[in-house]
């Protein structure tokens, strides 16, 4: 457990750890699309809202691994269940299968991978 807060639509701090949502992809703030990037459609501004709402003072953290960035590849339980699912329901994100470690979003929320 620790102490969490949003950065932007997929990815959160937890104390000193950045986490990066498992499976997932929200658009980018402004300048933070990489050149020759496909970068999920979207305001970037309302899914960074939509994570930070959902964003309990203290959340469990899943695990998986560690991206090129050394993010922390995770899952965390928000005021809403699973980010992953909440932000994919709610609209912030766009499902990434490649990036979906252990399944984990296929297996917890696959309603929210069609909307």
């Known amino acids: 457990m620790s102490s969490c807060h949003a950065i932007d639509g997929d990815t959160l701090r937890c104390g000193e750890e950045r986490i990066r949502l498992v499976g997932i992809d929200a658009p980018e703030l402004p300048g933070h699309c990489r050149p020759g990037r496909m970068c999920a459609p979207g305001d970037p501004y309302a899914a960074t809202s939509g994570l930070s709402d959902m ?15 050394g993010r ?8 809403q269940g699973d980010l992953s699912c ?21 297996r917890t929320c696959p309603g929210a991978m069609k909307v």
């Not at 329901?89 to 296929?106: C, E, F, S």
């Open 72 to 79: 922390t590849i995770a899952a965390l339980e928000g005021t």
């Open 55 to 69: 964003v309990r003072s203290t959340m469990p953290i899943q695990r998986y691994g560690v991206d090129k960035y």
């Open 86 to 106: 909440a932000q994919l329901r709610d609209g912030n994100a766009i499902y990434k299968p490649q990036w979906d470690d252990r399944l984990h979003v296929a």
